[in-house]
């Protein structure tokens, strides 16, 4: 069955970086747009970076452009976003989800915390 780890997250200033990592398995990773969603508290889950399956066309939330990059290995079945310059704003629980380009089945991962202090 489809499933998606998520690490990497954690506490970090204002100013920092993290990488968060989503590793996945059960489906067939090259057939998937992969992208990174993220919901804080009190609020609905928002759309951070999205990236087709050969990594060629990216899509950013304008909140974070220029500070996060997407990023995929279709060999290693993983998709990354790298987080640099963070800000208290981005303190949410980032989540990984993976679209099949043709029947748009989703499956999502089970969420890392990402905090920072100010």
């Known amino acids: 069955q489809a499933q998606l780890v998520e690490s990497g997250g954690g506490l970090v200033q204002a100013g920092g970086s993290l990488r968060l990592s989503c590793k996945v398995s059960?489906?067939?990773?090259?057939?998937?747009?992969m992208g990174w969603h993220r919901q804080a508290p009190g609020k609905q889950r928002e759309l951070v970076a999205s990236?087709?399956?050969?990594?060629?066309?990216?899509n950013y939330a304008d909140s974070v452009k220029g500070r996060f990059t997407i990023s995929r290995d279709n060999a290693e079945n993983t998709v990354y976003l790298q987080m640099n310059n963070l800000k208290p704003e981005d303190t949410a629980v980032y989540y990984c989800k993976a679209t099949h380009y043709l029947t748009g089945r989703a499956v999502w991962g089970q969420g890392t915390q990402v905090t920072v202090s100010s």
């Open positions: 990236m087709t399956r050969s990594g060629s066309v990216t």
């Open positions: 059960g489906i067939t990773f090259s057939n998937n747009v």
